[in-house]
């Protein structure tokens, strides 16, 4: 196991919901291993686009069970540990490393908008559970932006390992490196991955790779590599999918690609509802242009 496991392309896994919608653990036990077996690094189950605000907590709990059973050697699995409260939050870290996972993603509070203090009193609650955290900086949907003089701070103190970085922003990386170099800047916007990985960003928090793995790992590779002769036909190629990444549907839209692509993508649970024709026709249209042009 890398002393670093949230480096490498870390799949934010969707969440196989059958026709009752209730969890198919089975089904998902089994995307965990393929990802795997398709040139993946790890996955972060529990995040948002495995739906997890919508889940009970003995699913949520056999969620993060259900793929560390399944992650091969030297698979990464760290889960999401979002909670109202630092203290859930907290214990959702226990649960990870009561698991065996290796690390844990951390939102800020965002049942309200909070300030540094509480940013900070909260990120030293969670870190008593012993796992590495890696901070997600989504300040569109929290409300609470993890700016890069704080996550200096929260580095300093020994609290955070990491950021999935999701602000879209590619001038945040440079800033953060000034202030915090140690500390790990990961990728985590499907639709700005090679600026992110030509800033240097070791990591990937990705959501197509549930439909595309080994085509979105050979992007990272190439990204990584500054090999732009190899990586932006790709990145260009993709991009009208990873887009989805960064828009409201885009738990449908990646489900969708991956029941065109030909894994089970499958239903979610409301509030989310299936997308318009509209979103779908051009989900649908990128998805197969891009199986027609030999991605997988």
């Known amino acids: 196991m890398s002393s670093s496991p949230w480096h490498g392309v870390l799949v934010a896994t969707a969440l ?32 948002s686009l495995g739906e997890y605000q919508t889940l009970t907590p003995e699913e949520r709990a056999r969620v993060v069970t259900t793929a560390v059973e399944a992650a091969p050697d030297g698979f990464t699995v760290m889960p999401g540990v979002a909670a109202y409260g630092s203290a859930e939050a907290r214990r959702w870290a226990e649960q990870a490393a009561e698991s065996g996972c290796q690390a844990v993603m951390l939102l800020p509070p965002n049942a309200y908008r909070a300030d ?70 990961l990728c985590g916007a499907d639709d700005v991955v090679l600026e992110l990985a030509v800033a240097g960003s070791p990591g990937w928090i990705a959501g197509y790779p549930n439909a595309l793995p080994e085509s979105t790992v050979e992007l990272w590779e190439a990204a990584s590599a500054r090999d732009l002769d190899k990586a932006l036909p790709l990145y260009r190629l993709l991009h009208p999918l990873l887009r989805w990444d960064s828009r409201t549907e885009f738990v449908q839209a990646i489900k969708l690609s991956m029941d065109i692509a030909g894994r089970y993508g499958g239903p979610c649970r409301q509030p989310r509802v299936p997308l318009t024709p509209e979103h779908e026709a051009a989900v649908r249209q990128a998805t197969e242009h891009a199986l027609a042009k030999g991605l997988s």
């Open 116 to 185: 540094e203090r509480a940013v900070l009193a909260h990120y030293r609650e969670v870190s008593k559970a012993g796992l590495p955290i890696v901070a997600y900086n989504n300040p569109i949907d929290t409300k609470v932006d993890l700016v890069p003089e704080l996550l200096a701070e929260l580095h300093r103190e020994g609290l955070i390992v990491g950021v999935k970085e999701f602000t879209g922003d590619v001038r945040r990386p440079y800033r953060i490196a000034e202030l915090a170099p140690e500390l790990d800047v």
């Open 16 to 47: 196989p919901l059958d026709d009752s919608l209730s969890v198919d653990y089975d089904r998902y036990g089994e995307h965990v291993a393929w990802l795997a077996a398709h040139g993946c690094h790890g996955v972060t189950p529990n995040g």
